[in-house]
């Protein structure tokens, strides 16, 4: 089977290389191996946005060659949440813990730095059933190069990971199921002896079986059987080298082979420290310990061991009176053991001292940024539980592709929260990643980051409407903008003549429930065109688009009455008359009058309708009269072109006043007057102290004189149909009788 693998991955690889579409795999479905492709660990911030991209470019290019199920990685998420690990930074054992549950067989995993223009990725395949490495790879590349290097690097992968899915197939046929422990390692503590090992199927295992020989090659007896992968021999010897060897005993009550051998000889050196304690922080992990009584030692070794280490390794020697130490450089979230050892004048170590755990500081849990603020966004986090923590440390990029940049510190532990406002843009997205810091301003790794987008500009005021016709004023309305009460504080209306000409603010309403503006201060003209825009503005002072333009043109005046006519010759009056104005609103008519050849045109009257009688006036006068026509909004139409007319004169003055004397009688005659309604003639004698007295009224022009003693002076008038009277005529003085 091995082989027809190989031949099969030759074959894709040529058809690969000459541009033919991948072959379909001839092995059944159910002999693909399963592989899963994991977030790649970014080794600094500039690496944070290949972490993707590497394991999508790996997947697409394996996934070509047909010979592998790919894992979703949404079921790998799942997984991995429910079992409360970190997405972007499995560890090997808790790759090895997802990779059993979900049942698949490789896991594709590593690392990325990113330096400027150069990338070192460090690619890893994990073998998930034989719990050990199938492929390793560090590759150094230029950005523009990365995928052409990665899908080369695929090939590689493909090759390698087939002959170890192959090879372990090879096992399952020909070697019986019975693993053997393996790793056996011991250790020296308190003159006791702790071994541990590992174990690939350990649910397929009852429990172990311990052996014990004083010789390599002696007789080895059994001194313990433990469930767990460790056991401590509590009576080793002290003075001679004893060898040790581990069987595992499965469920079906076969026993596998042993172990690998290992062999103890106790230091006779002096007594270890004692280890008060190990604390965790940020890095790092702080140590504290006592010298044993009594004993004389030049110094103290310090020994640590990870979860990816197999055995206690020497970190630092520290001079006999010194009983603190700090480690320094560890990972996040890490668990590490620590041991002592007391170094005697003759360079002799001593056993270990006691072994304590920590797990060095996470990074801060539960960043979360809230979207759909103005140019702001709110961050909110866990407090951390840890003491050593200081404060936190707020990153953001200045755009998605680059690095994270230091945005704020924010002191104290309990600090949880954090208003991002500098240089925020509308409807943009931000992302944030959050680092605890120690008082020694080291930090942690940072979080996942999380992303929010700032709210866009605010609406435009929808329903925006002018009212036509109005008198020099223009009302406007428009709809509320429904926003949250922190956004909208105000509308700025703006007008111009011109519908794309340069438009000048003319209110602020302040009042964001306001649905309405009335133009007129100071009054607009008549009949004149204007156009409005309007804009929303939020708390920030960000103003939203300004609307379409609404126009609206204001009300007309009246137009001026046409046909006006002032009838002439009537007695002490004039008659106006005139066509009633269209429009439906006229409320008045004033009227102005100008009299004789004065244009000083005074109001006289104001009407209601067409007409108008202007009486009293004096006779023969002439008068001159303008209109004009208000409507219902108080506006007043041009005047009229002015129109003359005069009152009817008095008849003229009788002329030709004599005296004859005919048969005996003294007769008075005078010329007629040319005035077609004269009515008669009226005769009057001049009295004492000027006045008058009518002697007679005749119709025609002569009248008979009575014969008085003494003078009478008499002068006529004429008195026409409309009772009109001239002026006297001149008088004659007749003598009376002697």
């Known amino acids: 089977m091995q082989r027809a693998v190989i031949l099969y991955l030759l074959a894709a690889m040529l058809f690969a290389a000459v541009g033919i579409g991948p072959l379909q795999p001839t092995l059944a479905a159910a002999t693909k191996p399963r592989i899963a492709f994991l977030l790649f660990v970014p080794q600094n911030i500039e690496a944070t946005s290949l972490m993707e991209t590497i394991p999508t470019v790996l997947t697409s290019s394996v996934n070509r060659s047909g010979l592998f199920e790919i894992i979703e990685r949404r079921k790998i998420d799942r997984e991995v949440l429910l079992k409360g690990y ?14 059993t549950a979900l049942g698949f067989d490789f896991s594709v995993y590593g690392d990325v730095n990113k330096d400027g223009g150069i990338i070192t990725v460090s690619i890893k395949v994990l073998d998930i059933k034989a719990r050990e490495l199938c492929f390793e790879q560090k590759i150094t590349v230029s950005e523009g190069m990365l995928n052409d290097k990665l899908n080369e690097i695929s090939t590689a992968v493909v090759s390698r990971t087939l002959k170890c899915f192959s090879g372990a197939d090879a096992v399952k046929k020909d070697v019986k199921p019975l693993e053997m422990p393996y790793e056996l390692q011991a250790m020296q503590i308190d003159k006791k002896i702790r071994l541990q090992w590992l174990h690939k199927n350990v649910q397929d295992v009852s429990g172990f079986k311990v052996y014990k020989a004083d010789e390599k090659d002696g007789i080895y007896q059994m001194v313990g059987a433990v469930p767990e992968l460790n056991f401590t021999d ?9 060898f040790y060897k581990i069987t595992a005993a499965f469920k079906n009550g076969m026993e596998s082979s042993p172990s690998n051998i290992v062999e103890v000889r106790f230091a006779m050196g002096p007594p270890p420290p004692i280890f008060l304690s190990v604390a965790p922080d940020i890095k790092s992990a702080r140590l504290k310990w006592k010298v044993h009584p009594d004993s004389e030692i030049s110094e103290c ?141 080291m930090e942690t790794d940072m979080s996942d980051a999380v992303s929010a987008t700032t709210r866009d500009k605010p609406p435009v005021p929808q329903g925006f409407t002018a009212k036509d016709r109005e008198p020099r004023k223009v009302s406007l309305k428009w709809d509320p903008v429904k926003s949250p009460a922190d956004e909208i504080v105000k509308y700025v209306i703006s007008r111009s003549t011109e519908e794309k000409d340069e438009y000048k603010k003319i209110i602020e309403i302040s009042n964001p429930e306001s649905n309405s503006f009335i133009d007129k201060e100071p009054p607009l003209k008549d009949n004149t065109a204007y156009y409005y825009k309007i804009a929303s503005y939020n708390s920030a002072g960000v103003s939203s688009d300004v609307s379409m333009p609404v126009s609206s043109v204001t009300k007309a005046l009246p137009s001026a009455p046409a046909g006006l006519s002032a009838k002439s010759g009537e007695v002490k009056q004039i008659t106006l008359t005139w066509e009633p104005n269209q429009e439906k609103d006229i409320k008045t008519y004033n009227i102005y009058r100008a009299i004789g050849e004065d244009n000083d045109f005074k109001n006289i009257a104001s009407v209601n309708e067409s007409n108008y ?46 005296v004859s004397v005919e048969d005996g009688k003294k007769i008075l005659r005078w010329d007629a007057n040319t005035e077609k309604d004269i009515k008669q003639y ?41 009772g009109l009277e001239s002026e006297n005529s001149e008088s004659v003085l007749i003598e009376g009788k002697k």
Do not use: C
């Open 86 to 99: 970190q997405i972007s930074r499995l560890k090997p054992q808790e790759m090895l813990n997802v990779g």
């Open 682 to 722: 009226n005769i009057y004698k001049k009295g004492f102290l000027g006045i008058s007295r009518k002697l007679a009224e005749v119709r025609d022009t002569s009248w008979s004189i009575e014969e008085t003693k003494g003078k009478q002076e008499l002068f006529i008038t004429v008195f026409d149909e409309t």
């Open 301 to 441: 070794k310090i020994y640590r061991k990870g979860t990816a280490d197999k055995e206690f390794k020497e970190i630092a020697s520290v001079p006999y009176d010194t009983t603190t130490y700090t480690d320094k450089g560890l990972g996040d979230n890490t668990s590490y053991q620590y041991a002592l050892s007391a170094v005697d004048s003759k360079g002799t170590p001593g056993d270990l001292s006691t072994i304590l755990n920590t797990t060095t500081i996470n990074a801060p849990y539960g960043l979360k940024a809230e979207s759909g603020k103005i140019r702001q966004i709110p961050l909110i986090w866990d407090v951390h539980f840890s003491d050593a923590v200081a404060g936190y440390r707020i990153y953001r990029p200045t755009d998605k592709e680059s690095g994270y940049k230091i945005l704020s510190n924010v002191p104290g532990k309990t600090s949880n929260n954090f208003l991002d406002k500098k240089d925020m843009a509308d409807l943009t997205t931000y992302w944030y990643r959050i680092a605890a810091y120690n008082n020694d301003g």
């Open 234 to 242: 509590q009576n080793p010897p002290l003075d001679k080298p004893v």
């Open 613 to 658: 009688v202007n009486a009293g006036l004096k006779d023969g006068a002439k008068y001159t009269y303008v209109i004009e026509a208000v409507d219902a909004d108080s506006l007043i139409s041009e005047r009229t072109i002015p129109v003359p007319a005069m009152t009817k004169p008095v008849p003229a003055k009788p002329a030709g006043l004599k």
